[in-house]
């Protein structure tokens, strides 16, 4: 997982019960550090007075609130990022924390004092879990290859997700093209543990925590512009949350301009990127994203893919 975490690594065994040879909770991270950049955002994170553990990928964009409830609750955080006010939630709130989270999320919690294991995916799967299970052992992770490099999982192929990839270009959840390995299914969580008399492993079926609102079809049209507004306005706000430079994608379309407007007022000066080709058979966007990047006033950087350099 290297290239997808440069900046820091960390992994941790817990003997479930007591005992190195027996039963144990792994967790491995590779850390892209967007907030706190400090040696105290480092995963996996432990929670010192109850022992849980955290290891969580994605963002949490209302942490400062949820932050400001659990410390008048009396908790006391030791680093200014998002995972230990997860990890705080989860200790001090349990799966009801999920209920309160906004952001993109697929995180492992383990809870000492139960020994057991919490998996749980956002919403609408913006971040990806994928996960193997037999009767003894669950294996999961971020990536299919990371499952199958840890070569406890059969590599077997699946026609049923081959077919999907084949016909729509990519697996259809939750199918992967292994048999053995599934997605977890965005928003929704569940329990794992293992019995240590018979050393099998009990899970709960996944319970979804997430679901979409109804669709208010009386809504007028000026209510429902002004709306739209509020909410893009608010979530690019909440979006802007982070310890490092952001950059903005931005092509010749509505959305991707939207943002990056709405960017521009929030934060003043943006960096944008453009990735542009040679083709005869269709336009690139580069000039239109260029005139654009102009109108705001951002930082723009354009990428021009050519036949010469598309292997690189």
């Given at each position: 997982m ?5 900046d820091?690594?960390?992994i941790?065994?817990i003997?479930?019960g007591g005992?190195?040879?027996g ?19 480092h ?41 230990e006010?997860?990890l ?24 000492a004092?139960?020994k ?15 996960v193997?299970?037999?009767d003894?052992r669950?294996?999961f ?37 292994h ?11 569940q329990?794992r543990?293992?019995?240590e008399?018979?050393?099998r492993?009990?899970s709960d ?7 979409f ?27 802007l ?22 960017a521009a ?33 951002a ?9 010469e350099s598309?292997?690189?």
């Amino acid at each position: 997982m290297q290239h997808r975490g440069p900046d820091d690594e960390g992994i941790e065994t817990i003997a479930i019960g007591g005992q190195q040879e027996g039963p144990t909770v792994g967790f491995g991270f590779r850390r892209l550090a967007i907030l706190d950049l400090s040696p105290a955002g480092h995963q996996p994170m432990f929670d010192p007075a109850s022992g849980n553990c955290l290891i969580f990928n994605g963002e949490i964009y209302n942490y400062r609130h949820l932050r400001a409830r659990l410390m008048v609750e009396g908790v006391r955080f030791r680093s200014t990022g998002d995972t230990e006010v997860l990890l705080q939630a989860l200790t001090h709130w349990g799966e009801r924390a999920l209920d309160e989270l906004e952001g993109m999320f697929a995180f492992a919690f383990y809870e000492a004092s139960t020994k057991r294991v919490l998996l749980a995916r956002d919403p609408v799967g913006i971040k990806p879990l994928y996960v193997a299970t037999s009767d003894r052992r669950v294996v999961f992770a971020s990536e299919v290859r990371a499952v199958l490099a840890s070569k406890l999982v059969s590599d077997e192929w699946s026609p049923a997700g081959i077919a999907g990839f084949l016909m729509y270009g990519a697996p259809q959840d939750p199918l992967t093209v292994h048999r053995d390995i599934r997605s977890f299914p965005c928003g929704a969580y569940q329990w794992r543990k293992i019995d240590e008399s018979s050393g099998r492993l009990q899970s709960d079926p996944p319970r979804r925590f997430w679901r979409f609102p109804a669709v208010d079809r009386g809504m007028s049209e000026p209510t429902a512009v002004a709306q739209t507004r509020t909410t893009l306005e608010a979530s690019v706000n909440s979006h802007l949350a982070a310890d490092v430079k952001t950059g903005f994608f931005l092509s010749a379309g509505i959305d991707s301009t939207a943002i990056a407007v709405l960017a521009a007022r929030a934060l003043g000066r943006i960096a944008t990127y453009t990735v542009g080709f040679e083709s005869t058979s269709m336009a690139s966007e580069a000039a239109a994203a260029a005139e654009t990047a102009r109108g705001i006033g951002a930082e723009h950087t354009e990428i021009v893919l050519r036949r010469e350099s598309i292997r690189d």
